[in-house]
């Protein structure tokens, strides 16, 4: 059997004249298996090039823009048929430093593909503009204004889901103007605040009020989504700063699993920025004061009362969601105006962000919401 050729010795010279080589130089001293190693490793960084400078993220269902105002721009995904007799379904995205593409995160994660799927025909989503120079003195009677001017747009009652922080923007609108909502959906939505353990709960009532006032100072009259971020990582340090490189190194040759990173990377670190005036508004007066629970906020020169919301509403709440925990999603079901035989309470498995694009929660629960909301349209 012939002997397989020599390697060409590596001198001191090729050392020396060309460093920057000196991976490559190892990789072919260690054969085809080193090479390979080698290979999957430029794989891993360039990949990881990729997670940690992603693209802005995108809007996996096609859509017009039906305005486009100061704060929003408010997207329609409505499936084209004309004369239908359902009422609008108006999705309040999360507005709390990512991007409302959340809620059409990918084709197979869409929560807007499956409530069109699921027989909804007029679908649209407040598609949040992050913060300029010029928004910073924006308050939560600016954003509930410009939901009054889509809503009456509309030209109807609308169905309206909050998720998130939009759920209480939601509650907000429903309680300033109960005439203009015929369902209210609040999936993941911090209504009473005071209720569970939330982490959010704790480091609005840790943390003197200065420390919020000193962010905003930092950021030019604006919350930085990017602070945001940092924040939402600092709460799971051992996932976001180690965990999941070595997911993504175990899995560079899963190219699904590769796509669902780069897609999720490019919602996450691509931050928005909110207004200041809004943000220490909402931690004041939502988070330490829990005044919306209460009936003390003032909402566009009223102040509102939960209890003079009477549309049937949907509550959704995540087993284990340590942002919004069950009881302060709940909290609605007394809270609200509604009689208690038309007011859901579903709980889904899995945590706060899988409540709006988890495909387990996609899959099992919101068929059931876009069941009942066509419900109320036959009522």
Same mark, same amino acid.
């Given at each position: 059997?012939?002997?397989?050729?020599?390697?060409?010795?590596?001198?001191?010279?090729?050392?020396?004249?060309?460093?920057?080589?000196?991976?490559?130089?190892?990789?072919?001293?260690?054969?085809?298996?080193?090479?390979?190693?080698?290979?999957?490793?430029?794989?891993?960084?360039?990949?990881?090039?990729?997670?940690?400078?992603?693209?802005?993220?995108?809007?996996?269902?096609?859509?017009?823009?039906?305005?486009?105002?100061?704060?929003?721009?408010?997207?329609?995904?409505?499936?084209?048929?004309?004369?239908?007799?359902?009422?609008?379904?108006?999705?309040?995205?999360?507005?709390?430093?990512?991007?409302?593409?959340?809620?059409?995160?990918?084709?197979?994660?869409?929560?807007?593909?499956?409530?069109?799927?699921?027989?909804?025909?007029?679908?649209?989503?407040?598609?949040?503009?992050? =913060?300029? $120079?010029?928004?910073?003195?924006?308050?939560? !009677?600016?954003?509930? %204004?410009?939901?009054?001017? &889509? @809503?009456?747009? +509309?030209?109807?009652?609308?169905?309206?889901?909050?998720?998130?922080?939009?759920?209480?923007?939601?509650?907000?609108?429903?309680?300033?103007?109960?005439?203009?909502?015929?369902?209210?959906?609040?999936?993941?939505?911090?209504?009473?605040?005071?209720?569970?353990?939330?982490?959010?709960?704790?480091?609005?009532?840790?943390?003197?009020?200065?420390?919020?006032?000193?962010?905003?100072?930092?950021?030019?009259?604006?919350?930085?989504?990017?602070?945001?971020?940092?924040?939402?990582?600092?709460?799971?340090?051992?996932?976001?700063?180690?965990?999941?490189?070595?997911?993504?190194?175990?899995?560079?040759?899963?190219?699904?699993?590769?796509?669902?990173?780069? =897609?999720? $990377?490019?919602?996450?670190?691509?931050?928005? !920025?909110?207004?200041? %005036?809004?943000?220490?508004? &909402? @931690?004041?007066? +939502?988070?330490?004061?829990?005044?919306?629970?209460?009936?003390?906020?003032?909402?566009?020169?009223?102040?509102?009362?939960?209890?003079?919301?009477?549309?049937?509403?949907?509550?959704?709440?995540?087993?284990?969601?340590?942002?919004?925990?069950?009881?302060?999603?709940?909290?609605?079901?007394?809270?609200?105006?509604?009689?208690?035989?038309?007011?859901?309470?579903?709980?889904?498995?899995?945590?706060?962000?899988?409540?709006?694009?988890?495909?387990?929660?996609?899959?099992?629960?919101?068929?059931?919401?876009?069941?009942?909301?066509?419900?109320?349209?036959?009522?």
């Amino acid at each position: 059997m012939r002997a397989a050729p020599k390697r060409p010795a590596l001198t001191t010279t090729h050392e020396h004249s060309v460093p920057w080589m000196w991976p490559m130089a190892a990789a072919l001293e260690a054969g085809e298996t080193g090479l390979e190693l080698f290979q999957e490793n430029l794989r891993f960084l360039s990949e990881m090039e990729r997670v940690e400078n992603p693209a802005p993220p995108e809007w996996a269902t096609r859509n017009t823009v039906a305005l486009d105002l100061d704060t929003m721009r408010l997207r329609d995904f409505s499936s084209g048929h004309s004369g239908t007799r359902q009422a609008p379904v108006l999705v309040d995205a999360p507005y709390a430093g990512h991007s409302a593409a959340i809620a059409d995160f990918a084709p197979q994660q869409s929560l807007v593909r499956t409530l069109l799927a699921n027989g909804l025909e007029r679908v649209l989503v407040t598609d949040w503009k992050s =913060a300029t $120079e010029a928004m910073g003195n924006f308050d939560v !009677d600016k954003y509930l %204004a410009e939901i009054n001017v &889509a @809503v009456d747009d +509309l030209g109807e009652p609308v169905h309206l889901v909050g998720l998130c922080q939009g759920g209480w923007m939601c509650a907000m609108f429903a309680a300033r103007y109960p005439e203009k909502v015929r369902s209210l959906v609040l999936a993941g939505a911090p209504i009473d605040t005071d209720a569970g353990d939330g982490a959010l709960k704790r480091m609005a009532h840790d943390l003197p009020m200065s420390f919020f006032e000193e962010i905003v100072t930092a950021g030019g009259g604006r919350m930085r989504g990017a602070y945001m971020v940092a924040g939402w990582k600092s709460m799971h340090p051992e996932q976001q700063f180690f965990g999941k490189y070595v997911d993504l190194y175990t899995h560079i040759e899963d190219r699904n699993y590769i796509e669902r990173t780069e =897609a999720f $990377e490019r919602w996450y670190e691509n931050p928005i !920025d909110l207004p200041g %005036a809004f943000y220490l508004q &909402a @931690v004041k007066e +939502l988070f330490r004061n829990n005044s919306l629970a209460k009936g003390t906020f003032v909402g566009l020169g009223r102040r509102l009362s939960l209890s003079d919301v009477t549309a049937p509403a949907y509550l959704l709440a995540g087993d284990i969601d340590d942002i919004t925990p069950k009881p302060q999603v709940f909290a609605a079901r007394r809270l609200l105006g509604t009689p208690t035989k038309q007011i859901v309470c579903d709980v889904a498995s899995g945590g706060h962000i899988g409540l709006f694009m988890g495909a387990r929660t996609l899959a099992k629960h919101w068929p059931k919401i876009g069941a009942w909301i066509r419900e109320q349209d036959r009522r």
